[in-house]
């Protein structure tokens, strides 16, 4: 049976207050699994969760049938990789250089640096220092970053923020891509329901840290799912094209 991410009753708080309430979810691999919800709903909280970058409060994160989160973070490499939303294009390397540290948060890589820069279209930037990259190729070098530790779990907080629409599309067809291809679950949040609808395979909501639904994308997208996961938030939903 291929491997799945199964969350039991898992939960977590922050100064004693509940940001995720007892969540139970399962995501089959390989696909796209878009997590949606307004500001403020718990998107990018529940990713540094399942990442281990958050203590749980209760319940377990299962990928495979190991827990992650008792894990330490160099067996958890061996198992995801995690793209942040915000990079830090200070780091002084170039964007071949950053691969090959990334592959080695992973004992077991074996991934194909030259592969994989050609795969997003870096080939020609592989010299270039991460500072002088653009928004758009920043994305695309963290997302090599992430593939390069080579595992068959990759979470993406909001990989199409601050891209414009041909950029964003561009991404959401790579993360299908990885997920058909590579036979990998990929797991990420999204701003734009449209893009969610297009190219999941199914679609997570998120409201105030609690999951609202969870499924086909063309039902978890329709008008009065999203009016209902947007209630009394002041978020414009934003058109993908």
């Known amino acids: 049976m291929p491997d799945q991410l199964v969350l039991r009753d898992c939960s977590a708080s922050l100064d004693g207050q509940p940001i995720i309430q007892p969540l139970s979810l399962e995501l089959p691999s390989p696909g796209l699994h878009c997590l949606i919800g307004s500001n403020g709903a718990g998107k990018t909280t529940l990713l540094r969760l399942l990442c281990g970058l958050l203590d749980r409060t209760s319940g377990s994160v299962e990928f495979g049938g190991r827990d992650l989160l008792r894990m330490n973070g160099r067996d958890r490499a061996k198992y995801l990789g995690y793209v942040p939303q915000i990079a ?104 734009y329901p449209e893009l969610a609808a297009e190219f999941a395979n199914s679609v997570v909501l998120l409201r105030d840290g609690a999951l609202l639904g969870h499924g086909d994308p063309q039902e978890m997208t329709t008008d009065a799912m999203l009016a209902e996961l947007y209630a009394g938030s002041s978020d414009r939903v934003e058109a993908a094209t």
């Open 88 to 191: 830090d294009a200070g780091i002084p390397l170039n964007v071949r250089d950053s691969l090959e540290v990334a592959r080695l948060s992973n004992s077991r890589s074996r991934a194909d640096i030259d592969s994989l820069l050609a795969r997003l279209n870096l080939s020609a930037l592989a010299d270039r220092p991460l500072s002088r990259l653009s928004g758009g190729e920043l994305k695309r070098a963290m997302i090599a970053q992430a593939l390069a530790q080579d595992t068959q779990l990759l979470l993406l907080d909001e990989p199409t923020a601050h891209l414009d629409p041909p950029a964003r599309r561009e991404v959401m067809q790579l993360m299908r891509d990885i997920a058909r291809q590579d036979g990998r679950l990929v797991l990420c949040s999204l701003h």
